[in-house]
């Protein structure tokens, strides 16, 4: 065989295996009668596995009750669960595969602002849904077309914290602790914002590296500035020891911290350096089916922040893929249009142009005996 | 409020820590000459096999300690006597070993994920624990601890290196291997036991961390960058000069955030090393070769 025929039928060779790789694997996205795959993605590991598992156990929940009512037109309702632990390279690893591999026209996630800004790019260029049910970060807003959450932006989060702080509690100087994260950046700067234009005084503000676990330092200069109140952004692995040393360095002022400390693991580790400090989440009208199902599945009462936003975000994919099938673009149109009510993450479901999350609406809780409880 | 004794507090607690790690690394250098990166993981191992026994077991927390020191160092012994051992016997360069010690830090890395799930942990019991006042600066009980094991470790293992015949064997192997091989010194012996030495103190740190502040799976990488850091800075292979190198690393890491922000902390760690790899590379304790 001369040179040049050889090289044609190589060439022949491999446009074959293309050809017939891209069409089976344009197949292989959706059969019709198979499994409606969707993917998920959350910390199941790492600094926020606490949230990452209960909210999958939420979307498991939701994805049972969906098949057992019959399944989404006759097909079953299937979850491909994939870690993000939180950070945004495994979160980017995690929704190349769901993209490319799994060829999945939703991903339901990130959970952590810096996972799910990792992939939007990823997945509104591969024109793949992506619906959030915990991310905050403002820059989501401008994510894309493709880009969706049903959990309020921090805008609403950070601004409600100053007016908090300022209006009810009366705090006029505050220090903020806040975790480099583009969740902790994000509300640390809404907040200065809207403390500032109040009126009130920014005394300190310390930032500190998300695997930091040594927050002593931060805390000494806080506690030389003498504040009224400290602001304190963290996740559950560095909040822990930061609320332990803050105690040990006798750092006695009130502690306001931001959603992510809704995590009983806090409570409990932290003991009674945690008694007292308080945090706004989202108000979600659990009903009490929800809350026994969840118990079953978790074996403790314990329902995380996002956990009731990852339940409706389901029910509400559900209900649009039911209408308009598996198509990413008009599943897209579609939930647009949503207007879901009777969720327990929130009172009513709807998205305004950018995709996010209509209107917000906070509670404060504290925490009293390593149990968490709203503030009347 | 003054806020300076308070940091020479912060600095000394996380000074002991840091020498800790450099000291059992600075040990197990000297004697092999290789980057031993497992040397991170030993410190978090330690950790958790008090947070095994405690958590899990119901032991006390002292035999814990005392058995997770045992343990880890035999751990240590081990991994030179099935992994570091035979790649000596092959000659294999020093990348070579510090590439196979790297798979040791992953692979022991992932086994404790594994076993103890990636997330934080406390041994301490939750209950808020007895401070004292030292100048306008407050510091625990556990705290207090740290410094001391340090500055004992740091003592005992100097006097033990310098009037001990084991002392002078470890002084040869690190000057020649194969030329103490040949007047008798047994050097597979004395590197096994360096591993050994060298491997519980960094349980005691990874310890110490634990009852401070807390583990989890990934506090290796970090202890282990202090560390290397702080034996780089005093002198690799020093004994002292590690431990003098991991004091200022910690006194330079929190007076620095006193007047710029906090944000740049572990930036200033780094600044440090390389302005010393730059200017005097063979740290502040050895002298120039």
């Keep these: ?88 390279k495994t979160a980017s690893n995690a929704a190349n595969k769901l993209i490319n591999v799994d060829k999945v026209p939703v991903i339901l996630g990130g959970a952590c602002s810096g996972e799910t800004s990792a992939f939007t790019g990823a997945s509104e260029q591969a024109k793949v849904v992506t619906l959030s ?121 009130p502690m306001l911290g931001g959603d992510a400390w809704d995590d009983s693991k806090i409570f409990t580790e932290a003991g009674q350096a945690a008694e007292g400090i308080m945090f706004a989440v989202v108000n979600s ?24 936003n990852a339940y409706d975000a389901t029910k509400i994919l559900a209900e649009v893929i039911g209408k308009v099938g598996t198509d990413s673009t008009k599943i897209k149109d579609e939930l647009y249009k949503v207007s879901y009510t009777g969720g327990v993450s929130s009172d009513k479901i709807e998205f305004d142009s950018n995709g996010d999350l209509v209107g917000a609406n906070y509670v404060v809780k504290v925490v009293r005996g390593g149990k968490s409880e709203a503030v009347k | 409020m003054n806020i300076v004794p308070q940091l020479i507090i912060n600095s000394l607690i996380a000074g002991s820590i840091y020498s800790l790690v450099a000291l059992g690394f600075n040990l197990i250098y000297g004697a092999t000459r290789f980057f031993n990166l497992a040397h991170g993981i030993m410190a978090a191992s330690g950790g958790y096999v008090v947070f095994f026994g405690v958590k899990t077991l119901g032991w006390n927390l002292y035999i814990s300690i005392i058995l997770s020191v045992f343990v880890v160092g035999c751990i240590g012994y081990l991994l030179d006597r099935f992994i570091y051992k035979p790649l000596r016997r092959k000659k294999s360069s020093n990348m070579v070993m510090l590439v196979a010690s790297l798979g040791v830090f992953s692979t022991i890395q992932a086994l404790l994920a594994i076993l103890f799930s990636t997330q934080f942990h ?85 310890i110490l961390v634990g009852l401070d502040t807390g583990i989890e799976p990934t506090i290796g990488m970090s202890l282990l960058l202090k560390g290397v850091v702080a034996a780089i800075i005093g002198g690799i292979g020093n004994i002292f000069g590690g431990t003098l190198g991991a004091f200022l690393l910690g006194f330079v890491e929190n007076f620095s955030v006193w007047k710029i922000s906090s944000d740049w902390k572990e930036a200033i760690t780094f600044t440090l090393l390389v302005s010393f790899l730059i200017f005097r590379p063979q740290g502040l304790m050895n002298k120039r070769k």
């Design chain 2, 122 to 206: 406390s041994l301490r019991a939750i209950s808020p624990e007895q401070t004292f006042n030292l100048f306008g600066g407050i510091i625990t009980q556990t705290q207090i601890i740290i410094i001391l094991v340090s500055l004992i470790s740091t003592i005992s293992l100097h006097l033990f290196l310098s009037r001990t015949r084991f002392g002078k064997a470890v002084k040869a192997v690190s000057d020649d291997e194969e030329v103490s091989r040949i007047v008798g010194i047994n050097t597979d012996r004395i590197i096994g036991a360096t591993f050994f030495i060298g491997s519980s103190i960094a349980a005691l740190a990874g």
């Design chain 1, 133 to 253: 049910y915990c991310s905050s970060v403002p820059t989501i807003t401008e994510a894309g077309d493709y880009i969706f959450r049903d959990y309020p932006s921090d805008l609403y989060q950070g601004k409600f914290g100053a007016e908090y702080a300022y209006n009810t509690l009366g705090k006029k100087k505050v220090a903020i602790l806040y975790v480099k994260s583009d969740w902790g950046v994000g509300i640390e700067k809404v907040f200065v914002d809207s403390f500032k234009a109040l009126g009130g005084e920014i005394v300190a503000e310390e930032g500190y590296e998300q695997t930091s676990r040594d927050l002593r330092s931060q805390l000494t200069k806080i506690k030389a500035t003498k504040p009224d109140l400290v602001y304190f952004l963290g996740y559950s692995d560095a909040s822990i020891p930061g609320l332990k040393q803050a105690a040990e360095l006798k750092l006695d002022v």
């Design chain 1, 1 to 88: 065989m001369s040179k040049t025929v050889k090289i044609v039928v190589w060439l022949v060779v491999i446009i074959v295996v293309v050809a017939v790789g891209t069409s089976l694997s344009r197949k292989s996205g959706d059969t019709g009668t198979g499994p409606i795959k969707i993917g998920f993605i959350g910390p199941l590991t790492g600094d926020a596995a606490n949230v990452g598992q209960n909210s999958k156990a939420s979307v498991s929940i939701a994805v049972e009750e969906i098949n057992a009512a019959g399944g989404i037109n006759d097909r079953q309702l299937e979850v491909i669960y994939e870690d993000g632990q939180c950070n945004g």
């Design chain 1, 285 to 308: 009208p659990l009903n009490e089916e929800f809350k026994t199902k969840m118990e079953e599945k978790v074996g403790s009462d314990e329902i995380t922040v996002c956990s009731p």
